[in-house]
């Protein structure tokens, strides 16, 4: 089975960091470009960031400069470290899996983050 599971959300205060882990199983891991979702109360879930198998990446313009998304294809792993966290970040994030190629996506079960004080 395909499997995309995160892990890492939690409560921290304005200005604190949180990493989110998301671990991949089921796929042929490095053919996916990954990718971080969000869906906050009352909004469309939105890409937070992506990166392809070569590690090329893309952010949103609210993230730009606070949140690095990284991934590790040994591991079956992708990241994202989220530093100068604001309340507007609370949200749940979701993991993504896409190859456009064999038109296959995938979604994680979501973690809840929330940036509080």
């Known amino acids: 089975q395909v499997q995309l599971v995160e892990s890492g959300g939690g409560l921290v205060q304005p200005g604190g960091s949180l990493r989110l882990s998301c671990t991949a199983s089921?796929?042929?891991?490095?053919?996916?470009?990954m990718g971080w979702y969000r869906q906050a109360p009352g909004k469309q879930r939105e890409l937070v960031a992506s990166?392809?198998?070569?590690?090329?990446?893309n952010y949103s313009d609210s993230v730009k400069g606070r949140f690095t998304i990284s991934r590790d294809n040994a591991k079956n792993m992708a990241y994202l470290q989220m530093n100068s966290l604001k309340p507007e970040d609370t949200a749940v994030y979701y993991c993504?899996?896409?190859?456009?190629?064999?038109?296959?996506?995938?979604w994680g079960q979501g973690t809840q983050v929330t940036v509080s004080s």
């Open positions: 990166i392809t198998w070569g590690r090329s990446t």
């Open positions: 089921g796929i042929s891991f490095s053919a996916y470009t």
């Open positions: 993504n899996g896409r190859n456009t190629y064999w038109a296959s996506e995938y």
